[in-house]
């Protein structure tokens, strides 16, 4: 398949109230969810993959930040991070709560992902608890601009929420299956697929986490 996107597609769905549908449910509910992000660490929530992190200085794309806990834990180990979230209420406390970490917040998501100012390629691209939020077509849309913004032997690090919807909440039951064959579709092969429990003890919500790499391996991640 093309990675190439019909302008007609950059576009960002919206809600009568002008804000991302998949975003629905997020800006009420900031103030307890930032908190929440930020109980756990980013080595407790990719615990999986931690050893697919590129080791080396590089720019990295987190989409869908929250509160900036996993941009923040980025930028710590020398990245230059882009932090994409297009809840305003979010983005607040993430420039609150992490001020010096060096981040670029940018308001912006998926599919489009537009990244006027802040184009690619990236190392890495992250997506935590993001890609349940798009349908089936916006997913399509969505892998190819991923694949388009990774440079050469990138990587793709996405996690699956599965589970009941909270309630209010834009999100669909994705599998992990889907998720790698779509990656595979637009030239990213899956290079690690796990399963893990919910760090909030929610007994009924599993999470699945994949890395996908983009052709060419030649590049210097470890």
């Known amino acids: 398949m093309s990675d190439q996107l019909d302008p007609s597609q950059l576009t960002r769905p919206v809600d009568g109230a002008g804000r991302a549908r998949g975003t629905a449910g997020y800006a009420e509910s900031a103030d307890a969810l930032a908190a929440q992000y930020e109980e756990v660490t980013f080595g407790q929530v990719h ?3 931690m050893r697919l992190v590129p080791a080396e200085p590089g720019r990295i794309l987190d989409v869908g930040a929250g509160s900036g806990r996993d941009a923040a834990a980025l930028a710590a180990r020398g990245h230059s991070v882009v932090a994409v979230e297009p809840t305003a209420e979010l983005r607040v406390h993430g420039q609150r709560l992490h001020p010096d970490s060096g981040i670029v917040w940018v308001d912006d998501a998926l599919p489009a992902l537009t990244l006027s100012r ?11 608890a993001v890609w349940m939020h798009l349908d089936a077509a916006e997913r399509g849309r969505a892998m190819a601009r991923i694949a388009a913004l990774l440079m050469p032997g990138g990587r793709f690090f996405v996690s699956l929420r599965h589970g009941p919807v909270p309630g209010g909440r834009h999100m669909f039951d994705v599998s992990a299956a889907e998720t790698t064959e779509l990656g595979d579709a637009y030239g990213l092969h899956t290079v690690h697929r796990s399963e893990r429990t919910d760090l909030h003890n929610r007994g009924s919500v599993l999470w699945s986490c994949l890395v996908l790499q983009a052709r060419d391996t030649g590049s210097a991640l470890t």
């Open 47 to 49: 615990r999986n993959v």
């Open 118 to 128: 802040h184009p690619g390629p990236f190392d890495a691209v992250f997506a935590t």
